[in-house]
């Protein structure tokens, strides 16, 4: 079956989904979680089968261990899916309201997008995740997951069809694309009045090829080149325990950070003894020359300071002012998670109003920047763009608006 025939598959089932209360759709998530936990085994042993080609493949075990499912982290998915049925549904909510002077009542309501397709990588997790959020919301979803994940997704999907068939809804909600060549990601990018959105989810190359090519309009997320300013009025054992948290508690997501700023004036006092944690904790340092000038730091080169390193390596540059620390970031910033580590109102106002980001974090590591630690519940990713959705994107960013207007016989 061809992607476009997938997609209008798509849209018959998302105007059943569009109606769907929201006692049916928690009900297929809570079937689809159940189901998910008792074919453990069929979706470790299809995992088993990629995992393997991975290794024969010669991928690095980062890389295996996400893609990597086990009995554990199956559960967690189902858990996932529990989560989104206990949150409240978007579809329907109010916007704004208003009754006109001429007497006509003006309701702006949230709807669900219709169809949305995913592009994503690694994780097989992102299977159920994406399907669920897009169900709970009232989309139906094309997803396009990578070949290195090809069993396991199928293994995952076959089972949420089921199981969304069985609760009563479509089973065309959800739907997995051939990963087999980069044909369905081409056809899905021009499946213009077919799929209402595209959202890719994964590495810079992904996104930036879907974001150029793509008739379909997109949802940009995730690349993050994040930073930590620690500035001259800084707390430095919260810029230590900040700094730290935000490069080394999870390597290889996109809002760790991948780039330190520390004023001039910490040269002597904090300089030397983020130095020495970071590389105590095994990341590389890749500094300016000041800061290469300390024992252990590689010198950085062009390229270091606009670089996802989704690995232990950080970029490292002595700054002079706030401002400069805020120039650096606009040439090299992403758009998604800054930071800035300050005991002064003043610098942490001029910080927030003058650094463009999706996310600012003030004595905070940016860690934080997830839908989860937002109290969102969930999300499908996070958006650096700036038209419809920024930040992490929940239930309420995978809908639109439309006005519903009720009159009494009126005419213009």
């Not at 979680?33 to 493949?57: F, H, K, P, S, W």
């Not at 991928?59 to 996932?80: F, K, N, W, Y």
């Not at 089972?159 to 990963?179: E, H, T």
């Not at 980069?182 to 990018?189: A, I, P, Y």
Request: one cysteine or more; hydrophobic letters at 45%; proline letters at 3%.
């Amino acid at each position: 079956m061809t992607v476009h025939q997938q997609a209008a598959e798509a849209r018959v089932a998302a105007i059943e989904l569009a109606a769907a209360t929201r006692a049916e759709k928690d009900a297929a998530l809570l079937l689809m979680a159940e189901r998910l936990v008792e074919r453990t085994d069929d979706i470790v042993a299809a995992n088993a089968v990629d995992t393997g080609n991975a290794r024969d493949g010669g991928q690095p075990e980062s890389m295996i261990d996400r893609l990597t499912l086990t009995p554990e982290r199956v559960a967690a998915m189902a858990d996932g899916l529990r989560q989104l049925a206990a949150l409240p549904d978007p579809v329907g909510d109010v916007v704004r309201g208003s009754t006109l002077a001429n007497g006509l009542e003006l309701r702006q309501v949230r709807v669900p997008f219709g169809v949305v397709g995913i592009v994503y990588e690694g994780r097989p997790n992102v299977t159920a995740d994406a399907a669920g959020i897009c169900l709970k919301s009232g989309n139906a979803a094309l997803l396009r997951g990578s070949g290195s994940a090809m069993s396991s997704n199928a293994a995952i999907v076959s089972v949420l069809r089921k199981a969304i068939a069985d609760s009563g809804l479509p089973a065309n909600a959800v739907q997995l694309l051939d990963a087999s060549t980069r044909d369905s990601v081409k056809e899905l990018m021009r499946a213009r009045g077919l799929v209402d959105v595209l959202i890719p989810r994964g590495g810079a190359s992904l996104i930036k090829t879907v974001v150029e090519e793509s008739t379909v309009p997109v949802i940009e997320t995730g690349v993050g080149n994040c930073h930590v300013y620690v500035d001259e009025a800084a707390d430095l054992e919260k810029a230590l325990g900040v700094v730290l948290n935000s490069k080394t508690q999870r390597l290889s997501t996109c809002n760790t950070a991948e780039s330190l700023l520390v004023h001039s004036a910490l040269s002597e006092s904090f300089l030397p003894l983020v130095i020495e944690e970071l590389i105590n904790a095994g990341v590389t340092i890749h500094g300016d020359p000041r800061a290469a000038a300390f024992d252990g730091v590689v010198p950085a080169t062009a390229e270091d300071w606009g670089k996802e390193y989704l690995s232990a390596d950080i970029s490292l540059a002595v700054v002079d002012s706030l401002d400069d620390a805020l120039d650096h970031i606009r040439r090299f910033g992403t758009g998604h998670t800054e930071a800035i580590v300050s005991e002064s109102t003043t610098a942490v106002r001029r910080f927030a109003a003058r650094v463009d980001a999706a996310a600012v974090m003030i004595n905070a590591s940016t860690r934080f920047t997830d839908g989860g630690e937002f109290g969102f519940g969930a999300e499908i990713g996070i958006s650096t763009q700036k038209l419809h959705a920024r930040g992490p994107m929940g239930l309420p960013e995978l809908t639109s608006t439309k006005y519903i207007v009720t009159g009494n016989g009126h005419t213009r």
